[in-house]
């Protein structure tokens, strides 16, 4: 079914740690989404943060109303894929967002994402850095280095079909989102590129949008070697079962 006026765009953000980009992501998401006319909640899932996140959050509510900004946080830090779920459960759109919140995804592609569903009625619209314009900001050569190899061997291996596959900045369809959950056994940063191969096996149609991503303002990055090591097994693990 194509879009349409009815569409409303339930949009995740998971949080940890972003007491300072919080206020500035949701300021720039509403101001994007309002300027589209576009029917929209905003979900914050923080994991516990002990910097005083959800406080702001609660903040956040007061200032722009809890129709649009909804609260549903967690005890402890449970993982990227689990945050997704969790958010899903209490998404009232037909169309979910998810991005980070910690403005290395700007907002202003949001619409973009939007009206390529529209056009081409997908299934999934995905942010990509490394196809026509798409670029990244602010990271150093191992950061790169890392998630350029990523990829490359993800292409190799996989043949996803889309020339970002480790990115988090994507629109699903509620209804395939929660499909592909319920058959993704990933977690963490392997989560994102098990979707798109999953998708892939399902036959949905996917869509790409060119994104500049920027290296988090605020913050510590969450990328470790412990999530390498674990990219490297589910890339093992998805070449072996897919």
Same mark, same amino acid.
């Given at each position: 079914?194509?879009? =349409?006026?009815? /569409?409303?765009?339930?949009?995740l953000?998971?949080? +940890? =740690?972003?007491? #300072?980009?919080?206020?500035?992501i949701?300021?720039?998401i509403?101001? +994007?989404m309002?300027e589209?006319?576009?029917n929209y909640?905003?979900?914050?899932?923080? /994991?516990g943060?002990?910097?005083g996140?959800?406080d702001?959050?609660?903040?956040?509510?007061?200032i +722009?109303?809890?129709?649009?900004?909804?609260?549903?946080?967690r005890a402890?830090?449970l993982?990227?894929g689990?945050?997704y779920i969790?958010?899903?459960?209490?998404?009232?759109?037909?169309?979910?967002?998810?991005?980070?919140?910690?403005?290395?995804?700007?907002?202003?592609f949001?619409?973009?994402?939007?009206?390529?569903?529209? #056009?081409?009625?997908?299934?999934i619209?995905t942010?990509?850095r490394?196809?026509?314009?798409g670029g990244?900001?602010?990271?150093?050569?191992?950061?790169?280095l &890392?998630s350029?190899?990523? =990829?490359?061997?993800?292409q190799?291996?996989?043949w996803p079909?889309?020339?970002?596959?480790?990115?988090?900045?994507?629109?699903?369809?509620? /209804?395939?989102l929660?499909?592909?959950?319920?058959?993704? &056994?990933?977690?963490?940063?392997?989560f994102?590129? #098990?979707?798109?191969?999953r998708?892939?096996?399902?036959?949905y149609t996917?869509g790409?949008?060119?994104?500049?991503?920027? /290296?988090?303002?605020?913050g510590?990055?969450?990328?470790g070697?412990s #999530?390498?090591v674990?990219?490297?097994?589910?890339?093992?693990?998805?070449?072996?079962?897919?």
């Amino acid at each position: 079914m194509t879009s =349409n006026a009815n /569409d409303k765009y339930s949009i995740l953000l998971p949080t +940890y =740690n972003e007491k #300072e980009n919080l206020p500035i992501i949701v300021w720039l998401i509403t101001k +994007y989404m309002d300027e589209g006319k576009y029917n929209y909640e905003i979900i914050i899932i923080d /994991d516990g943060s002990p910097d005083g996140t959800l406080d702001v959050a609660k903040e956040l509510q007061e200032i +722009y109303g809890a129709s649009k900004i909804v609260l549903k946080p967690r005890a402890s830090k449970l993982g990227l894929g689990t945050a997704y779920i969790h958010g899903m459960k209490h998404a009232t759109g037909n169309f979910v967002i998810i991005m980070d919140a910690d403005l290395s995804h700007h907002p202003k592609f949001i619409p973009k994402f939007i009206t390529l569903q529209q #056009e081409k009625n997908l299934d999934i619209v995905t942010g990509t850095r490394y196809s026509g314009n798409g670029g990244v900001y602010g990271w150093d050569f191992y950061r790169k280095l &890392v998630s350029r190899g990523a =990829n490359f061997l993800t292409q190799i291996l996989l043949w996803p079909g889309v020339s970002d596959l480790t990115g988090s900045f994507r629109l699903y369809r509620k /209804d395939v989102l929660e499909k592909l959950v319920s058959n993704c &056994v990933s977690k963490g940063y392997v989560f994102q590129m #098990e979707m798109v191969i999953r998708a892939r096996q399902f036959n949905y149609t996917i869509g790409e949008v060119p994104i500049s991503f920027v /290296d988090r303002v605020y913050g510590q990055s969450k990328l470790g070697g412990s #999530e390498i090591v674990q990219f490297a097994k589910g890339l093992l693990y998805l070449f072996a079962t897919t």
